[in-house]
Nanobody, 124 residues
Framework: VQLQASGGGLVQAGGSLRLSCVAS????????MGWFRQGPGKEREFVAA????????YYADSVKGRFTISRDNAKNTVYLDMNSLKPEDTAVYYC??????????????????WGQGTQVTVSS
């Protein structure tokens, strides 16, 4: 599986962005999909994940209520809608795919495939 993330950019605090991640291959619908981020000088951290059917989702506390993860299996795409953005959301955002269908993991090591990342910068 190859993942291509896009949609990042520069936005003012309080603004919104939508990230997209398109996957190659016909087995996209079998993967749990996640979003992670790495801010300047910080370690990579979990943001959100969604089950392979899109029924269940899981969020980091820092983004709960502001970010929404969704997927369209017909388009091999997972989205991250980010609202009420804060300067501390500034990071490179990565999408990732987990071939297990029995968990929704927040640990990056559980994911098998990673996209190249898209930069999100939130100005104050």
């Amino acid at each position: 599986v190859q993942l291509q993330a896009s949609g990042g950019g520069l936005v003012q605090a309080g603004g919104s962005l939508r990230l997209s991640c398109v996957a190659s291959g016909r087995t996209f619908s079998r993967y749990v999909m996640g979003w992670f981020r790495q801010g300047p000088g910080k370690e990579r951290e979990f943001v959100a994940a969604i089950s392979w059917r899109g029924v269940s989702s899981y969020y980091a506390d820092s983004v709960k209520g502001r970010f929404t993860i969704s997927r369209d299996n017909a388009k091999n795409t997972v989205y991250l809608d980010m609202n009420s953005l804060k300067p501390e959301d500034t990071a490179v955002y990565y999408c990732a795919a987990d071939s297990s269908q029995t968990r929704i993991a927040s640990e990056g090591a559980m994911y098998d495939y990673w996209g190249q990342g898209t930069q999100v910068t939130v100005s104050s």
